[in-house]
């Protein structure tokens, strides 16, 4: 007999976590308790609920939460401040939402006297790392309970079986076959993975992208817009102050509408494996862009320098599941303290797939001196005559080797 009385379980309702569900309560006989979360996935989250019902969930054991503003606002500000990337190219969106989950279940589960938490994640998969890294950072005792690395329903068609047996209702989409990908989606991206995308050669089907058209298809007139920094963050699109979740909301809309944000790639799995991945990042790409062009006239050279020898760490961190670890915490605070002068506005051109900086000042912390920078006569604010011993200096070190280089 199990000691686990009681177990949270991130519940989506859909057929793989209700089957986990059942699972778990015929195998570890323990009362489940659900929680589904709102990340801006955009589907409707009642029928969770409902579902749960059916599975004798008692009405006061499933939790349904809104997590859109505090997923934007602590975890994917915090992560663009740093202006982070993955393998050069990807933008972290499934990673960002885990270490948000974690944290729920584990909230969940002290406030229920759960003694586990329950997730949906393969054993081949990252997310597996990801949320119990974080579970086991928040709370050390807690259990884990992870069903595919335990039972043997380890096909579609044992699943369909299982569900069958005990009465899990399937619908259509999974009768017919289901959807030709694995996806996952939240406010920051839309993730599509497995059959058709397990050869890299095979181009994705156009009919496979949600959120933006393609750049061919994108509208023939490009698209201005202007974006307010505060300390990093964005606050503000032409003219209007608006929460994290709404910017982040309607830089996807634009950034959709002219085909911004699509992503092929090959990346490497914590678990050491290679897996190809499609993605839709519209709002984080501008958002992106849009950093780094306020950071390039508020941030000192050297403090810049620093941030992207630091940002692949960062990344690594948060892609490999770490983000409650003290190492990403102190890396957070000096990345957060050089964000104090990074106010301003930005102003991008949206044009078929591409988002190009036009424009961008601070009125209070730019360092761009035009006096000095100027091609024009500058009034002697710079004296050109001081490179020519800062060239001699740094090139002594070279003038010595290349005249021991004669003398052999």
């Not at 570890?28 to 059916?54: H, I, M, N, S, W």
């Not at 997590?67 to 915090?78: G, I, M, Q, T």
């Not at 279940?105 to 974080?134: P, Y």
Request: charge should be neutral.
């Amino acid at each position: 007999m199990s000691d686990i009385k009681k177990a949270v379980l991130a519940y989506s309702g859909g057929l793989d976590t209700s089957v986990i569900l059942k699972w778990l309560q015929d195998t570890y006989q323990c009362e489940v308790v659900t929680f589904t979360a709102d990340l801006g996935q955009g589907e409707e989250l009642e029928p969770a609920r409902q579902k749960a019902l059916k599975f004798g969930i008692k009405p006061e054991q499933i939790f349904i939460d809104d997590l859109r503003e505090e997923f934007v606002r602590d975890f994917v500000f915090p992560m663009f401040r740093a202006n982070t990337v993955y393998e050069g190219e990807y933008l972290l969106g499934t990673s960002i939402a885990r270490p948000l989950i974690a944290k729920r279940l584990i909230e969940i589960a002290n406030m229920t006297g759960a003694q586990a938490i329950s997730h949906g994640a393969t054993g081949k998969g990252n997310d597996q790392v990801r949320f119990e890294l974080g579970a086991y950072a928040l709370n050390p005792n807690i259990k884990i309970i992870a069903p595919w690395r335990e039972w043997d329903l380890l096909s579609r068609e044992k699943l369909m079986a299982y569900a069958e047996k005990h009465g899990i209702p399937v619908d259509m989409k999974h009768k017919q076959g289901g959807s030709p990908y694995s996806m996952d989606a939240n406010l920051l991206h839309i993730s599509y993975e497995g059959r058709h995308l397990e050869n890299p050669a095979a181009e994705a089907e156009e009919s496979m992208w949600r959120w933006t058209v393609s750049p061919e298809k994108a509208p023939d007139a490009a698209e201005y817009l202007d974006i307010e920094f505060e300390r990093g963050n964005i606050v503000g699109l032409n003219g209007a102050k608006m929460t994290p979740a709404a910017v982040l909301a309607k830089l996807n809309e634009l950034g959709g509408k002219h085909g911004v944000g699509r992503l092929d790639l090959v990346e490497n799995r914590y678990v050491g494996m290679k897996s190809r991945g499609c993605y839709e990042t519209p709002g984080g790409t501008i958002m992106l862009k849009a950093h780094r062009a306020i950071e390039s006239i508020t941030l000192d050279r050297e403090v810049a320098h620093l941030k992207d020898d630091l940002m692949p760490r960062y990344a690594s961190m948060i892609y490999n599941g770490y983000w409650w670890s003290p190492e990403r915490k102190a890396l957070q605070t000096l990345i957060d303290h050089t964000q104090q002068t990074v106010n301003g506005w930005v102003r991008v051109k949206l044009y078929k797939g591409n988002v190009i900086v036009v424009g961008r000042d601070s009125k209070t912390d730019s360092l761009f001196d035009p006096t000095i920078a100027t091609f024009e006569d500058d009034k002697g604010a710079y004296d050109q005559k001081d490179a020519a011993g800062f060239i001699k200096l740094n090139a002594l070190r070279m003038r010595i080797a290349a005249n021991l280089q004669k003398r052999k």
